[in-house]
């Protein structure tokens, strides 16, 4: 899987294919994705032997053809090309690559744009007036364990291409990793509770309900850091998330913002969360 943010063409995306293809005599097939153009292709890398064993020159050779003479061929027999360029009779000759392309399905289409857009962001969600769960009230230990499905299913009604399981597991999480590495983090999902408790988690795209909360990020109100039961790792080729600057900073009472920053401000009636808005610095 590769990811090539310059790849428009496809020969393109076929050299970037053949980039990633560390074996020299098996056939690969690589997902190379455009994260700018979303634009993705499955090209199949196929090694071949070219021309084969070059051909010996007789001692007997050249002999003379002279204009309207016979000649008998040897045994071997002969074959009579057209002129051709010295160079395109060595490349035909040397090792060389085939290529077989083959475009996305609508459904990995829609799965690889999905990702790609949730992909090297921060996403908040406003946890609606608490059920009688406990879930959405406060952050509250393992009973913050139970706001993780309703998280990704609001996060999934906005981008519907992530319920696509058309790509295999690997796949889809080498396409996250690579993604995160190319914005240079990890995506995160920021949820804030009826009395102002915050908390971002990882997305786990394969296992929605695996999805962990990120440790150092739960906060109370003011800022304070909260006791986070998260910070496990995500199987795979998973990336290590530390909160170190966040992206989105629940803004403190008093606190100071930097330079594109972007802070959660929330008014309170009866210390419960009535209205929110989001402003970048």
Same mark, same amino acid.
């Given at each position: 899987?590769?990811?090539? &943010? ?13 980039? *990633?293809?560390?074996?020299?005599n098996v056939n ?17 890398? #196929? ?11 007789? %001692? &007997?050779?050249?002999?003379?053809? /002279?204009?309207?003479?016979? +000649? ?8 009579? !090309?057209? %002129?051709?360029? @010295? ?6 000759? *040397? ?8 475009? /996305?399905?609508?459904?990995? %289409? *829609?799965?690889? =744009? ?7 962001? &921060?996403?908040? +969600? ?22 993780? #499905? ?5 996060? *999934? ?9 058309? @790509?295999?597991? !690997? ?7 690579? #993604? ?11 949820s804030v509770y ?9 997305? &786990? @795209? ?9 440790? =150092?990020?739960?906060?109370?109100? !003011?800022?304070?850091? #909260?006791?986070?039961?998260? =910070? ?6 998973? @990336? ?28 309170? +009636?009866?210390g419960k969360i ?8």
């Open positions: 899987m590769v990811v090539c &943010d310059t790849c428009t063409s496809l020969s393109q995306f076929q050299m970037a294919a053949r980039g *990633a293809v560390t074996g020299t690969s097939e690589v997902l190379v994705v455009n994260p700018v153009t979303e634009q993705a292709i499955w090209i199949s890398v #196929l090694p071949r032997s070219g021309g084969g064993t070059r051909s010996q020159v007789s %001692k &007997d050779s050249p002999k003379e053809v /002279l204009p309207g003479e016979p +000649i008998i061929l040897p045994e071997s027999g002969g074959i009579i !090309r057209g %002129k051709q360029k @010295l160079e395109s009779l060595e490349a035909a000759a *040397a090792p060389g690559y085939d290529f077989l392309n083959r475009d /996305l399905t609508p459904d990995e %289409k *829609a799965e690889v =744009g999905a990702v790609i857009k949730l992909s090297g962001k &921060d996403t908040i +969600i406003v946890l609606p007036p608490d059920d009688g769960s406990g879930y959405f009230s406060s952050y509250n230990g393992t009973i913050a364990e139970g706001t993780k #499905l309703y998280v990704f299913n609001r996060v *999934a009604e906005s981008n519907g291409g992530l319920l696509k399981i058309a @790509l295999a597991s !690997r796949i889809r999480q080498l396409l996250k990793n690579r #993604l995160a590495a190319y914005f240079g983090k990890q995506s995160r999902v920021c009826n009395n102002g408790d915050s908390v971002c988690w990882q997305i &786990d @795209l394969a296992c929605p309900s695996c999805n962990t909360s990120i440790n =150092g990020t739960a906060k109370d109100v !003011r800022g304070n850091i #909260l006791p986070s039961t998260g =910070g496990e790792p995500i199987g795979g080729e998973g @990336l290590t998330v530390v909160n170190t600057p966040p992206n989105v900073n629940y803004g403190p009472a008093g606190g100071t913002a930097s330079k594109s920053e972007v802070w959660l401000f929330c008014s309170y +009636i009866g009535v209205s929110c808005y989001i402003q970048k610095f």
